[in-house]
């Protein structure tokens, strides 16, 4: 005999309203991104800090990958704890007040100005994040909390909250000095805890649920995902505690080895459920994630380099703009392309076509949106991203503006099959 | 308490059209995927009550295959009205996919 499901009905999945707004705001980010590297090309031959690289690098992180992840997050933490999202109110106050946040510090980066501006973006961007965490934990609490996915989104979101809360201090410091050493000093600190804290956990929290689940593999190994889990965690433990008590760059390297060993474990377990996968058609889409995890060791090798540098070398600012731009570019933009059209046709086409479904002809879910427009962004992208990473090293800017041209033809492409999948009439 | 009965005939007739139910995002049909656990037809109330799964719970595509299910029915049998019974109880598992859906997935075309 079969029991019937109690309680919360577990088909009523989160509201694509809720959703939406936080794609849109990504898709539109990411030309404002390209179009920053385009116009700012020449601080690319420079030092690493300088305004416009903090604004290019704050609209990717915020406005792009945290917007994106934020979005995709509400739909698919239900899926992962099993359970219903607790607020949608939680999730639209998150999304207004980060929203208007990273506008405001964007804005105060690329003037340069550490004033109110960039005092209050920083500020409403870490409310929009408390939000968050207490519309995942309620979640959590009820639904099926104890698993390891879920687990890595928790712990994600806490050292996002620990990132933002040191992103403000540091704006703070310029104007205050709350803190003993200069803002520009913690920049590693507050960057390594935000990519690995935040977009690490995040990408293997929600992957090492999604990968098996798109490719219908019956490859499963929770005890390695906590083993990954523990890895990353101790190796930003290490880092932290550290950068903090006791800098000194061997306690670097084994956080680094810690870090990099967790990549390499969750790069095998998506290997191993792509061979153990009933699928055997992957689509474009999955495929680009999953290549994306083979994009995360590229960050890796240049920040070997970057350690094997001498900071006095004349190589060590052109590994570490290479290495932010893998990672920002390379790494999270990987990602999002293949996860914004594995999950947005679904959601759309669950708005425009569930009265219809069984009794009527209805438009495969990737006929939302343009296949050979989605190739064609890849093209430019994988084009964009290797010519901009070549100028980088020559330091040529014109060999940079081809790339960022590129990359904004990309962020084009991308944005029209955003808005045809939004547009789509049943 | 009118009498439920499997009706094989009904059953076989509701199974073939539920064949046209698609999992949008796996693109094969939720018979061959296993998701119809048990059909019963109550002949006097005219109601077909319909045992089913979904791949995983609060599965973003959950609502439109259950509705797809009820629309199916009620489209085939326009004189019976569909209930859906959910249940993850047991919970779907790839061993519940039929051969012939093996063989889609696997690249094959028996469909």
Redesign the interface.
């Known amino acids: 005999m079969?029991?019937?499901?109690a309680g919360v009905?577990?088909?009523?999945?989160t509201s694509h309203r809720v959703i939406i707004p936080f794609y849109v705001y990504a898709a539109l980010s990411f030309i404002v991104g390209c179009v920053l590297l385009f116009t700012s090309s020449g601080a690319f031959t420079g030092p690493h800090f300088q305004p416009q690289l903090l604004a290019i690098t704050h609209v990717m992180a915020l406005g792009w990958g945290s917007m994106m992840i934020l979005g995709a997050s509400h739909?698919l933490v239900?899926?992962l704890i099993?359970?219903?999202l607790y607020s949608n109110v939680l999730a639209y106050l998150s999304f207004g007040f980060a929203g208007v946040g990273i506008i405001l510090l964007v804005w105060a980066f690329y003037h340069f100005d550490f004033g109110w501006t960039a005092q209050v973006g920083g500020l409403l961007i870490l409310i929009a994040f408390l939000f968050y965490l207490v519309n995942i934990i309620a979640s959590m609490r009820n639904g099926n909390h104890k698993n390891v996915h879920a687990t890595f989104v928790l712990a994600g979101t806490l050292w996002m909250i620990l990132t933002i809360s040191l992103g403000v201090l540091l704006i703070f410091n310029f104007t205050f000095n709350v803190l003993s050493m200069s803002s520009v000093s913690y920049l590693p600190l507050h960057a390594h805890l935000g990519i690995i804290g935040w977009f690490l956990m995040l990408v293997m929290g929600v992957g090492s649920r999604l990968i098996p689940?798109?490719l219908?593999s019956?490859y499963s190994n929770e005890k390695r995902l906590w083993q990954v889990f523990y890895l990353v965690n101790a190796g930003l433990l290490l880092f932290y505690v550290s950068f903090i008590l006791y800098p000194v760059q061997w306690l670097y390297i084994i956080s680094t080895v810690l870090v990099v060993t967790a990549i390499a474990l969750f790069i095998q377990f998506a290997f191993k459920a792509y061979k153990a996968r009933?699928?055997?058609?992957v689509d474009p889409q999955v495929k680009i994630a999953l290549g994306s995890s083979w994009m995360m060791l590229i960050p890796a090798i240049m920040l070997a380099f970057v350690f094997a540098t001498s900071q006095l070398s004349t190589h060590f600012e052109k590994l570490v703009l290479v290495y932010g731009f893998c990672i920002f570019f390379g790494w999270i933009s990987a990602i999002i392309f293949g996860m914004t059209f594995k999950?947005l046709p679904?959601?759309l086409?669950?708005k425009k076509?569930?009265?219809?479904?069984?009794?009527s002809r209805?438009p495969?879910?990737r006929e939302l949106f343009s296949q050979p427009v989605f190739r064609t962004m890849v093209g430019f992208y994988f084009g964009g991203f290797i010519l901009f990473i070549t100028g980088i090293f020559l330091a040529n800017v014109l060999v940079l503006q081809i790339g960022a041209g590129l990359l904004i033809i990309c962020s084009v492409l991308f944005n029209l099959n955003v808005f045809r999948m939004l547009r789509f009439k049943s | 308490m009118n009498e439920i009965t499997n009706n094989p005939d009904l059953c076989e007739k509701a199974l073939d059209v539920l064949h046209e139910v698609i999992d949008p995002e796996i693109g094969l049909n939720i018979v061959d995927l296993g998701l119809i656990y048990q059909l019963d037809f109550d002949t006097e109330e005219k109601v077909i009550y319909c045992t089913m799964t979904l791949t995983t719970q609060f599965c973003p595509m959950g609502e439109s295959i259950q509705d797809g299910v009820t629309n199916c029915l009620q489209f085939n049998f326009p004189e019976y009205r569909a209930d859906i019974i959910l249940t993850f109880d047991p919970p779907w598992s790839m061993e519940k996919i039929s051969p012939e859906g093996l063989d889609w997935l696997n690249g094959g075309s028996r469909f």
């Open positions: 079969f029991a019937p499901v009905n577990p088909t009523k999945t739909q239900p899926v099993e359970g219903k689940m798109f219908i019956k009933i699928r055997k058609a999950t679904f959601i086409w669950n076509f569930h009265k219809k479904a069984g009794v209805t495969n879910p």
